[in-house]
Each structure stands twice: as structure tokens, then as C-alpha cells.
């Protein structure tokens, strides 16, 4: 059983920057982990995600060259670096880690999740 904890959202200005840091319970470092978000009245969405194993990382077109995935495995510690942020970014931010999974974009893939942080960004 893992839990986990984000931390780290606010709000900031168009343009601005914020990292966001998810902490979880046990030894992640077998885990694939991944960032979604959810903004009102839309889907859960997948925004980056990183592999155990060699760290690959994959990102959704919206955030690639913006959002920098990263994993310190001695902290259990997932970051989410967001950068030149837009008000299409205003979401909940959720943390996500599994075990095994195949595509990294589809949510159902994950084992846990964590409670959310709110991002957003004013124009």
C-alpha cells in the first residue's frame, strides 16, 4: 500500500512558475509515476509521467517544453517543475504511481493515487 501526498499548488500569474512536489509513503523507485489534472467540469487528464527504470518520461503535448517530470528515489519524492504556466492550466493536480503498466496516458493503469493539489493561474 502506498500513499500519497501533493503539495505545492497555488495561485500565480500567466507566465509564472510552480513546482509541485508529491511524497509518498514507502519505496516508490519500482513505481512508474505519473502526474494528471482535472479542471471543472472535464476529464482527468494525463500531463507527464516517468518510468522506474532508466527514468524515461513521457508529457502530453499541452505541457511539453513548459512542465519537467522528476523523481528523487532516495526521498520518495515525485516533482512536477511547471513552467510559463497558462490559465488553461488551472486544474486539481493529482500524483499517481503504479506497477506494470503499459500505457502511461490511460488513469486505470494506476495503483495509487493521491488527494489532489489546486493550481491557478490568473491571466
Known amino acids: 500500500q502506498r500513499q500519497l501526498v501533493e503539495s505545492g499548488g497555488g495561485l500565480v500569474q500567466a507566465g509564472g512558475s510552480l513546482t509541485l512536489s508529491c511524497a509518498a509513503s514507502?519505496?516508490?523507485?519500482?513505481?512508474?509515476m505519473g502526474w494528471f489534472r482535472q479542471a471543472p467540469g472535464k476529464e482527468r487528464e494525463f500531463v507527464a509521467s516517468?518510468?522506474?527504470?532508466?527514468?524515461?518520461?513521457l508529457y502530453s503535448d499541452s505541457v511539453k517544453g513548459r512542465f519537467t517530470i522528476s523523481r528523487d528515489n532516495s526521498q520518495n519524492t515525485l516533482y512536477l517543475q511547471m513552467n510559463g504556466l497558462k490559465p488553461e492550466d488551472t486544474a486539481v493536480y493529482y500524483c499517481?504511481?503504479?506497477?506494470?503498466?503499459?500505457?502511461?496516458?490511460?488513469?486505470?493503469?494506476?495503483?495509487?493515487w493521491g488527494q489532489g493539489t489546486q493550481v491557478t493561474v490568473s491571466s
Open positions: 499517481a504511481a503504479g506497477r506494470g503498466i503499459r500505457d502511461v496516458s490511460i488513469r486505470s493503469e494506476y495503483d495509487y
Open positions: 514507502g519505496r516508490t523507485f519500482t513505481y512508474t
Open positions: 516517468m518510468r522506474p527504470s532508466g527514468g524515461t518520461t
